[in-house]
């Protein structure tokens, strides 16, 4: 299994107050994405980062905010957490050979009260 | 924006029963992958389809890519109760600056009884 872990596992929060989820990596994969999935609709790309301080958004960026500042960790923000962002979030990595195959972490499980 | 149609949604079948779960897309996509998933777990990665019309077989489960490269199937043959669990179809975004980006399908919900 790739040596990919995510902190806290379970976070509970209120409205208002900022939020970081932390994604670590032993595999020095470069590639690295943030994903939260909720019933009906899959996982959904929140950021990605294909660098050291290289991101970029995904599709339901709106409200996150991430940070890469070396190559095994990958920060997620939620500056001031609401409802909607009640979610199960799940970092990914890859090291971009052949089709990008991800390996995912085991989530954050985040509720927002 | 991209969109992975799965289906169906829910499966509910006896050991035993053959079945097939369907990805599809009015976009191309570069590759695709197919997940499955535990409760309380991340997705974990089953196979990667790249060429259109390929076929590639893991024991008793057949995924095909269409020939345009918008579509993907998973088939299982005589299902068994392990073989329960949530089952994701993800696109790979085509382009040399998608590093990779994933767009899901909604998920299939696999319960195979004994």
């Known amino acids: 299994d790739a040596g990919i872990t995510q902190s806290p596992r379970h976070k509970v929060t209120e409205t208002g107050t900022p939020v970081t989820l932390r994604c670590h990596q032993t595999e020095n994969h470069r590639y690295m994405y943030w994903y939260r999935q909720d019933p009906g609709h899959g996982l959904r790309l929140i950021h990605y980062s294909y660098g050291v301080k290289d991101t970029d958004k995904g599709e339901v960026s709106d409200g996150y905010s991430v940070s890469r500042s070396k190559t095994e960790d990958f920060l997620l923000t939620l500056e001031s957490a609401t409802s909607s962002q009640t979610s199960v979030y799940f970092c990914?990595?890859?090291?971009?050979?052949?089709?990008?195959?991800?390996?995912f972490g085991p989530g954050t499980r985040l509720t927002v009260t | 924006t991209q969109l992975l149609e799965q289906s169906p949604q829910f499966l509910s079948i006896q050991e035993g029963e053959n079945l097939t779960v369907y990805c599809n897309s009015s976009?191309?996509?570069?590759?695709l992958q197919w997940y499955r998933q535990e409760p309380g777990e991340g997705p974990v990665l089953l196979v990667t389809?790249?060429?259109?019309?390929e076929v590639k077989k893991l024991k008793r489960l057949t995924f095909q890519f269409g020939d345009a490269r918008k579509d993907s199937s998973l088939h299982i043959t005589a299902a068994q109760p392990g073989d329960t669990g949530l089952y994701l179809c993800?696109?790979?975004?085509?382009?040399?600056?998608?590093?990779?980006?994933?767009?899901f399908g909604q998920g299939t919900i696999l319960t195979v009884h004994p």
């Open positions: 990914a990595i890859s090291d971009g050979s052949g089709s990008y195959e991800q390996y």
């Open positions: 389809v790249v060429t259109g019309g």
């Open positions: 976009s191309v996509f570069s590759s």
């Open positions: 993800a696109g790979v975004t085509p382009g040399g600056t998608s590093y990779g980006k994933l767009t």
